[in-house]
């Protein structure tokens, strides 16, 4: 529960840090609105190891997946339903094996869960499972989002697109 205060503290604290503004192109529809499907909806749209990490919690092979070392400039989007969760300008190399960031693209669109000693991030859109957050991130948040590369979507900024 500490670990949730302290996020939830932090995050407010830096509201105005929020690169929304910067992909305005990005923010396709309402926050209040929400996804649900089925089970079997999830199974059709989704990869295998999609499926099992977003909606069962799973967690994908460090170092072995798509994002880790990915270095191009654009947004990270949650693969279930759109929703612009992560900057590369938020990008950072934890050296874990698996993408991080020191916030979200807007506060609003993840939502935080105990799990156990850790505090789960998932998308406010669709529930979907996205990683965790830690407490040894780099300033000026002091985070490390620690997301599954499988519950991402990575759209590159197009070469000409002012920041």
Known sequence: MKNLV??????????????????????????TDT??????????Q??????????????EPPFNNKYDKNKEKGIYKCICCGN?????????????GWPSF??????THVKYLEDGDRVEV????????LGHVFEDGP???GLRYCMNSASL????RKKNAKS
């Open 6 to 31: 302290l996020v939830t503290i932090v995050l407010r604290l830096f509201t105005g840090c929020s690169q929304t503004s910067q992909f305005p192109k990005f923010q396709n529809f309402n926050q």
């Open 35 to 44: 996804v649900a499907k089925s089970n079997e909806e999830w199974k059709r």
């Open 46 to 59: 989704l990869t295998p190891e999609q499926y099992t990490v977003t909606r069962e919690q799973g967690t």
């Open 84 to 96: 612009s969760l992560f900057s590369s300008y938020q990008k950072f190399d934890s050296g874990t």
């Open 102 to 107: 020191w916030q979200p693209i807007d506060k």
């Open 122 to 129: 998932r998308c406010n859109r669709c529930d979907a499972h």
């Open 139 to 141: 300033k000026p948040t």
């Open 153 to 156: 979507d990575f759209v590159k």
